[in-house]
């Protein structure tokens, strides 16, 4: 069934308004600046950073410095920051704003990965509600007028929902957007998204723009969402993974000037626009990173993705997940038929790694209480870590 919605009002985060309510979500070690780029070729919205941790900014490291710079087609700077401890993450965004590095910018509370949770870090941070509130309330303030959103999930676990508190003090803090990951932590990324989380914090946070997150494989899946809970617009991560032409059927179903599910208005490239799109991936890669030899390693981990479904042999594959060099890898594409045409379902639905289950790794005794009362021995310092990603 094709879904159809009456053309949107443009989305306002702040003093930013998007025409069509869509947003890239940070992915650590995807969302880099060449990804970005390739993306907005094909589509529009805003288009988030990959995760940067504040004290490594503050501390200036050069990897950091350079995740933050942006490229001069980037007209909308989105960064997003990790943090647990408010003095560090105001000092970073302070040095955003004075040195006028950033439009937008983004806390992540919701990411699951154990290196990050176990410091008390972000899906489970939100479970000291004063912590929370302490650090949105810091960014706001040094952000002055760029406008400050905050992504989230729904809390640790089943049994330690976080997402509708946090939503209530992140609206009270003065936040500009809401997003919310309809996974816990335990989840991962595993089973699917409960989108009537995103519907109860759209009827409970009244005041503030609400995003969804979560099992967005195609513009149907996006319309589908906003249809069903009533969001504000739509966060999308995995699902462009090996297809940046993602957002291109995004903004034309928000738009309404075509319904996505039409096979013949639908983006479904042949093997030549894939070979293109992965070769032109590759070259802003090398761009960004300054170094071919470094770009290569990079792209290899999307082979996968951009190949799922399409008839490449698992010799081919292999050798793509080894390229040295853009020579190589052009005389690899060069050897595939590119008139071979889109594969349909073999190269739709969920992409990247779902995993299973998991108890989250926390702190000492962090679910103890609600307030950060010391029993845990979180040191906030050690827990902003010095490296970027997660």
């Known amino acids: 069934m094709t879904l159809t919605l009456p053309t949107p009002a443009p989305l306002k985060i702040g003093p930013l308004t998007l025409d069509v309510p869509v947003v890239l979500a940070p992915m650590a070690g995807i969302t880099n600046t060449a990804f970005r780029r390739l993306c907005r070729e094909f589509g529009a919205g805003l288009y988030v950073s990959e995760m940067i941790t504040s004290r490594a900014l503050v501390e200036r490291t050069r990897e950091s410095m350079r995740l933050i710079t942006h490229h001069p087609s980037e007209t909308t700077r989105s960064i997003q920051l990790y943090g647990v401890d408010p003095k560090t993450v105001s000092e ?3 040095m955003l704003v004075a040195e006028d590095r950033a439009d937008h910018i983004d806390l992540n509370f919701g990411c699951p990965v154990p290196k990050v949770t176990r410091k008390g870090g972000g899906a489970a ?4 509600l004063g912590l929370f509130r302490q650090i949105v309330e810091a960014a706001v303030d040094a952000a002055g007028a760029v406008p400050v959103t905050v992504k989230m999930r729904k809390g640790i676990d089943s049994d330690h929902l976080t997402y509708l508190e946090a939503g209530k003090a992140a609206e009270g803090a003065g936040v500009a957007s809401i997003a919310l990951h309809a996974r816990t932590a335990a989840e991962f990324y595993s089973g699917h998204a409960d989108w009537s989380a995103i519907e109860k914090l759209k009827s409970t946070v009244t ?6 997150n979560g099992d967005i494989w195609s513009a149907e899946d996006a319309l589908r969402m906003v249809a069903e809970t009533g969001c504000d617009g739509v966060v999308v991560g995995r699902g462009c993974l090996g297809r940046p032409w993602l957002f291109g059927d995004l903004a034309a179903a928000f738009r309404g000037d075509r319904s996505p599910g039409s096979a013949s208005v639908k983006n479904e490239p042949n093997l030549g626009r894939v070979c293109a799109t992965f070769r032109r991936h590759a070259e802003l890669l090398t761009e960004f990173f300054e170094s071919e030899e470094r770009a290569c390693r990079d792209i290899r981990k999307h082979v996968a993705w951009y190949f799922k479904g399409y008839p490449v042999g698992g010799d081919l594959r292999a050798r793509l997940a080894a390229v040295e060099s853009l020579a190589m890898l052009d005389d690899l594409l060069g050897t595939l038929d590119w008139d071979q045409p889109y594969p349909g379902d073999g190269a739709e639905g969920p992409r990247g790694r779902a995993g299973s289950p998991k108890k989250p790794s926390l702190p000492e005794r962090w679910l103890d209480s ?4 010391g029993t845990e021995r979180l040191n906030l310092t050690e827990g902003e870590g010095d490296t970027s990603g997660g």
């Open 207 to 212: 005041g503030t723009p609400i995003l969804g």
């Open 125 to 128: 941070l939100p479970w000291k």
């Open 370 to 373: 609600q307030d950060l009362a």
């Open 92 to 94: 970073a965004v302070t």
